[in-house]
């Protein structure tokens, strides 16, 4: 079983910063993409930016410029440093990764709990 649990979500006032953490923990042979979703009440999950096993970036053009994903393979972890918040940006943030759990499974996409991220203006 795998499990993702994210940690550094809050309440922070526009222009301030936060780092979201997401670390994986289980039966892990390989970790693929690792992402970071959003979603605002009352509207759909949206990408919010992505690592590629190999490092390769891809940002939501609202994020753009303002955020950075990374990724420590070896530690099973994905972060987001979110800087210059504003109030569009509350949302639940969640970490997803494509992982595959043995040799012999196909990767799946496992998701954390959620954090919540509130922007005050």
């Known amino acids: 079983q795998v499990q993702l649990v994210e940690s550094g979500g809050g309440a922070v006032q526009a222009g301030e910063s936060l780092r979201l953490s997401c670390v994986a923990s289980?039966?892990?042979?390989?970790?693929?993409?690792m992402n970071w979703y959003r979603q605002a009440p009352g509207k759909q999950r949206d990408l919010v930016a992505s690592v590629s096993g190999d490092g390769n970036t891809n940002y939501a053009d609202s994020v753009k410029g303002r955020f950075t994903i990374s990724r420590d393979t070896a530690k099973k972890m994905v972060y987001l440093q979110m800087n210059s918040l504003n109030p569009e940006d509350t949302a639940v943030y969640y970490c997803?990764?494509?992982?595959?759990?043995?040799?012999?499974?196909?990767?799946?996409?496992?998701w954390g709990q959620g954090a919540q991220v509130t922007v005050s203006s």
């Open positions: 997803n990764m494509i992982i595959r759990s043995t040799p012999a499974r196909l990767p799946f996409g496992f």
């Open positions: 289980g039966t892990i042979f390989r970790i693929n993409d």
